[in-house]
């Protein structure tokens, strides 16, 4: 074999069909789209649409839901501040919020605030202030000899307590959950149910 005998398997490359050149081709004329109807047109489809059978996305079941009250919270792993200090891109001295992680680069916006995790190692004293932390974050920053500030937690307490006002206010404590299986529940239903059927 010389090199000006080398050429593809057979098949490797098929040659493109031309369509719309007479009827000859047996591609003319309609050009393999059928006669008329919206699949013949051009640009027109419609999504998901799987000729009135019951489509993909009907027919997988629902799974959760989407929060529209969820806080978008930028996340921030231990490693992430440790290479920041080490290039000397984060000052440590101080309170530390979600400004500065912006400034220093490791985040690119606050958005509804900012959380901690716990990958990686923290080995600077660092003086945190953020929306909420890990367990495991907390723990490490502690052992390195900082500290963690959740503004979460605060948050919490002031509606807590801002709720706990109005119901004074109002007069009236707020009603207690009754256990499921409560004695007192479950007679207080038996008698709603017993004076319904009596009527």
Known sequence: MKLNEIRDNEGAHKKRMRVGRGPGSGKGK???????GQKSRSGVAIGGFEGGQMPLYMRMPKRGFNNPGALKLAEVNLWRLQDAIDAKKLDIKGEIKGDALVAAGV?????DGVRILGTG?????????????SA?????????????????????????????????????????KAPRGDANKISARTTRTAARSAK
Do not use: D, F, H
């Open 136 to 176: 495991g974050a907390v723990k490490a920053i502690e052992a390195a000899g900082g500290t963690v500030v959740q503004e979460r937690i605060a948050a919490e307490a002031k509606a807590a307590a801002r709720l706990e006002k109005r119901n004074a206010a109002k007069g009236k404590a707020p009603p207690a």
């Open 107 to 111: 985040i690119r916006r606050v958005k």
């Open 30 to 36: 309609t050009a393999g789209r059928g006669v008329k």
């Open 121 to 133: 190692e923290i080995k600077s004293k660092l003086n945190l202030v953020v929306w909420s932390a």
